[in-house]
């Protein structure tokens, strides 16, 4: 992609910046995906009942609604400035969907899973590989979304992100 700097024109301005927002959607997108395929997997391996809602239905239904927030977030920063609605109104409330459940990932899918394996006898290992990689998948979730926010506001600031005028 190109320099945004070197862009003259508002149109793609505005196209640099959107195709920025996407890039980072899809990230977030991407881990979200991995917890619903393990929500998944964990409901299957133990079954439908609620003892087991933090392993099953929290991965299962907190990705694919941190899928969904973070589109309607993205969707509601690129409107034009000034429009108002109840879908922008909760697009913009649905940031928080991601973050907590990127919190989530971090603290118990990652956290608890190291604890698990480091303080069983003997070492389960595998619960402590698995719990790394939710750290490191909790934390880039959170990554992207403070860089999407970051890029977003900035875009938002310069005017990257007015509508283009028609003449």
């Known amino acids: 992609m190109a320099n945004p700097e070197q862009l003259t024109s508002p149109v793609a301005r ?7 927002a996407q890039r980072l959607t899809n990230g977030v997108a991407g881990v979200a995906s991995f917890a619903v395929v393990y929500g998944v997997v964990e409901l299957i391996g133990h079954g439908v009942g609620l003892q087991f809602w933090p392993s099953t239905y929290l991965p299962l239904f907190g990705g694919m609604g941190s899928v969904v927030a973070v589109r309607a977030h993205t969707k509601a920063l690129l409107a034009p400035e000034g429009a108002r609605s109840w879908a922008l109104t909760a697009g913009a409330a649905a940031s928080f969907i991601p973050y ?13 899973a190291i604890w698990r394996g480091v303080t069983s006898r003997p070492l389960a290992w595998g619960h402590a590989l698995a719990g790394l990689f939710w750290v490191w998948a909790g934390w880039f979730m959170l990554w992207e979304l403070d860089q999407l926010q970051a890029r ?3 875009a938002r600031k310069v005017g990257d992100l007015a509508p283009p005028k028609v003449s």
Not at 14 to 20: F, H, L, S
Not at 103 to 109: D, Q, R, V
Request: aromatic share 22%.
């Open 14 to 20: 505005r196209a640099y910046a959107e195709a920025i």
């Open 100 to 112: 907590v459940f990127s919190l989530y990932l971090l603290a118990f899918l990652g956290g608890w």
């Open 152 to 154: 977003l506001i900035s």
